[in-house]
C-alpha cells in the first residue's frame, strides 16, 4: 500500500490532470520570490493582474526535485516532503475537495486491475506525447492490450 501511494503520487507528479492554473488578484499584492534577474526578488501584482502558474512544469523543476526530476521514480516519495511545490489538486481554500476520493479510487482500480490482468501493454508504435493545455491528455490516446490473469 505503501509503494502503490508513491506511484499515486508520482503519477501525479509527471501527469497533473490540471496542468495549467491561474489566479487573479483580488486586491494588490506581493509574491515574495520570482521577479528579478535570479527569480529571488519579489514581485509586485497589481490588482486585477492574473498569475498563471503550471504544475506540470513546476513538478519536473529539479532545483525541486532533484536531477531525475523528469523520470518516474516513485522511491523519491520515500524522503520527500512537499509544500506548494507539488500541486495536483492545488492548495489553499480552493484545494480539490475530492482529492481524498480520487486518491483512493486510483488506488482500488490499479489494484482491480494488476488482480485481473496478468500484463499489461502498450500498443502503439507511435511515441507517447503528452498534449499540454489547462488539462493534461495523452495526443493519441493510451491504447493497451491487457490479458487476463486466468
Ligand atoms: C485525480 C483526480 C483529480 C484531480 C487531479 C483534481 C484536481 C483539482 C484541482 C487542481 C482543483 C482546483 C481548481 C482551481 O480552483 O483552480 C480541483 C477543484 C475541485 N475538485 Fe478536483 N480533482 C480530482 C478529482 C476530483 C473528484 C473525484 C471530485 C469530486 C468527487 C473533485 C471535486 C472538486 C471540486 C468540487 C473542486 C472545486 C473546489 C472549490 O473551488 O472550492 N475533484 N480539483
Known amino acids: 500500500m505503501k509503494y502503490l ?84 489538486f492545488n492548495a489553499g481554500p480552493r484545494i480539490c475537495i475530492g482529492q481524498q476520493f480520487a486518491l483512493t479510487q486510483m488506488a482500488l482500480i490499479t489494484f482491480r486491475l494488476l488482480q485481473a490482468f496478468k500484463t499489461i501493454e502498450r500498443r502503439d508504435e507511435r511515441p507517447p506525447i503528452q498534449k499540454l493545455g489547462i488539462n493534461l491528455s495523452m495526443l493519441y490516446g493510451c491504447q493497451v492490450s491487457a490479458t487476463p490473469a486466468s
Open 5 to 88: 501511494n508513491w506511484v499515486l503520487k508520482e503519477a501525479l507528479r509527471l501527469n497533473p490532470p490540471v496542468a495549467s492554473n491561474q489566479r487573479e488578484a483580488v486586491r494588490d499584492t506581493v509574491l515574495p520570490r520570482g521577479g528579478g534577474v535570479d527569480g529571488k526578488s519579489p514581485i509586485f501584482v497589481v490588482k486585477g493582474m492574473s498569475v498563471r502558474y503550471i504544475p506540470w512544469i513546476m513538478h519536473r523543476r529539479t532545483d525541486l526535485f532533484g536531477k531525475d526530476a523528469n523520470e518516474f521514480r516513485p522511491e523519491r516519495w520515500e524522503d520527500l516532503r512537499v509544500t506548494h511545490e507539488y500541486l495536483p
